[in-house]
């Protein structure tokens, strides 16, 4: 089985930057309409300006808020900042393709785009995990929680989760694999490089985590059910209604993650295993589809937030009404201060109650 198979016949495999200084584009392809340049570019101008926005929103909320401000939400600011790295540098210079109908800035500013790339949707997936377990543990195992999640531990995870991802994408630059496709005028990671490197990513970078999560969350749920027959049977319920609410918003973010990668990564699975059999019979639509779903998902957790939160949501209309007062934001900001996820109380003792209704 030969380790590069092109998706389609008229993909002409250059290397990123090639062509003598020329634009790299898609040579020998099918123009492709106006309409179609037009919905790609339309699809990553929203997310891109939803996606800074949103995020900042998220990052700034969690700083502000006292009721945001505690170890789990660590592991939401963590993800926001995963979301945020692709809208600065990688997404505008996709647009700058899209609109050139082809790369010309050069083969660094290629590799050190898909290593940005790489560096968001690993460290979203790790994020992600880690909230499960921490939602789990939170949830499943309250009376322990507050020795697995002290202030300090927190932060050394989202190290480790942060160092993690730089190590997951380290072997790339090794393999070859972060290139310009002129199919989603991307550089980003190729999956036709190496079969046996592909079907490694997958797994290891989305199959096994999604297995992680799942666990976890079905974990959660199945404590959920069991809460709601002791309430019919009249015992005390060991969860709170904004526990599932919480549980709730983490849970869709993690369905939403999963419905917009799966695409990308079940086509990558699937050429990487046979590739000259599957890959011609798979439509450049659907590739190119998957793609910019995948790319559409890291506008989604503050709209999320903001739907499934009532704290999000508040805090997001104080942000924005404090642009027309800007000492308000500062009066609010330093009232906030800066002690209460070193205070957090303990899951374990009688203002449970109250802590379990300030994360997410």
């Given amino acids: 089985m030969p380790d590069n198979v092109s998706f389609f016949k008229n993909r002409t495999d250059l290397g990123p930057g090639g062509g003598g200084g020329r634009p790299l584009g898609p040579a020998g392809a099918a123009v492709r309409p106006a309409w179609a340049i037009a919905v790609l570019a339309s699809v990553l101008i929203f997310t891109t300006v939803v996606d800074v926005l949103g995020n900042?929103?998220?990052?700034?909320?969690?700083?502000?808020?006292?009721k945001l401000r505690n170890a789990g939400?660590?592991?939401?600011?963590?993800?926001?900042?995963?979301?945020?790295?692709?809208?600065?540098?990688?997404?505008?210079?996709?647009?700058?393709?899209?609109?050139?109908?082809?790369?010309s800035p050069g083969e660094t500013q290629c590799k050190v785009s898909g290593f940005l790339m790489g560096l968001s949707v690993i460290g979203s997936i790790f994020n992600i995990t880690g909230i499960a377990i921490n939602r789990y543990c939170y949830?499943?195992?309250?009376?322990?929680?507050?020795?697995?999640?002290?202030?300090?531990?927190?932060?050394?995870?989202?190290?480790?989760?942060?160092?993690?991802?730089?190590?997951?994408?380290v072997p790339n630059f090794f393999v070859g694999s972060l290139q310009y496709d002129p199919r989603v005028y991307s550089c980003t990671f190729v999956q036709t490089v190496?079969?046996?490197?592909?079907?490694?990513?997958?797994?290891v970078h989305f199959f096994v985590p999604i297995a992680v999560v799942t666990f976890c969350y079905l974990r959660i749920w199945i404590l959920v059910i069991q809460v709601r027959r002791k309430v019919k049977s009249e015992v005390r319920p060991r969860i709170k209604p904004s526990d599932l609410r919480n549980f709730i918003t983490m849970f869709v973010v993690f369905v939403l993650f999963a419905i917009?990668?799966?695409?990308?990564?079940?086509?990558?699975?699937?050429?990487?295993?046979?590739p000259?059999?599957?890959?011609?019979?798979?439509?450049?639509?659907?590739?190119?589809v998957s793609y910019f779903m995948a790319y559409f998902n890291s506008c989604l957790n503050a709209i999320i937030y903001g739907l499934?939160?009532?704290?999000?949501?508040?805090?997001?209309?104080?942000?924005?009404?404090?642009?027309?007062?800007?000492?308000?934001?500062?009066?609010?900001?330093?009232?906030?201060?800066?002690?209460?996820?070193?205070?957090?109380?303990?899951?374990?003792?009688?203002?449970?109650?109250?802590?379990?209704?300030?994360t997410v």
């Fill in 56 to 66: 900042s929103l998220v990052i700034i909320s969690v700083f502000r808020n006292r």
């Fill in 73 to 103: 939400n660590v592991f939401v600011v963590s993800l926001a900042f995963a979301d945020l790295v692709v809208a600065f540098y990688p997404y505008p210079l996709v647009l700058y393709a899209i609109f050139h109908d082809g790369w």
């Fill in 139 to 169: 949830i499943c195992h309250s009376f322990s929680y507050d020795k697995l999640y002290s202030y300090r531990n927190t932060l050394m995870l989202v190290v480790l989760i942060w160092v993690l991802t730089i190590g997951a994408i």
């Fill in 194 to 203: 190496s079969t046996s490197y592909t079907i490694t990513v997958v797994v």
């Fill in 260 to 274: 917009c990668w799966a695409p990308l990564n079940f086509i990558g699975l699937a050429v990487a295993i046979d």
């Fill in 276 to 288: 000259d059999t599957v890959a011609p019979h798979i439509p450049k639509w659907l590739f190119v």
């Fill in 308 to 358: 499934l939160n009532q704290n999000f949501r508040k805090e997001y209309k104080r942000i924005v009404m404090s642009v027309w007062k800007p000492r308000l934001f500062f009066q609010e900001t330093s009232r906030g201060g800066t002690e209460a996820m070193k205070s957090k109380p303990s899951p374990g003792l009688n203002n449970n109650d109250q802590v379990k209704g300030q």
